[in-house]
């Protein structure tokens, strides 16, 4: 399975925006480097298995706009569904 972010914002280094499988392993994550990290319409790395988790951790030097999921994408039988 993977998620769509609508948009996430966040300070680079400091903030980092994770996706997680259901064993808690980090799959990626977006914080990059130094700056504002201001992105939209973007999909998530594909999980195997039933479980994907997205996690934010921020320090307090500076706040930005954080994350939008709108719709979860899984294969079933074969099959792509995505809801929303």
């Not at 996430?8 to 130094?34: P, Q």
Request: glycine residues 10%.
């Amino acid at each position: 399975m993977r998620m769509h972010f609508t948009r996430y914002n966040i300070e680079g280094y400091y903030d980092h925006l994770k996706i997680l499988d259901s064993s808690n392993n980090v799959i990626t994550d977006y914080s990059g480097g130094y700056g504002e990290h201001n992105v939209y319409d973007v999909w998530s790395p594909w999980v195997n298995g039933n479980t994907i988790k997205v996690g934010l951790t921020t320090d307090s030097s500076i706040t930005y706009w954080g994350f939008n999921v709108d719709k979860i994408q899984y294969v079933s039988s074969g099959t792509s569904v995505a809801k929303t």
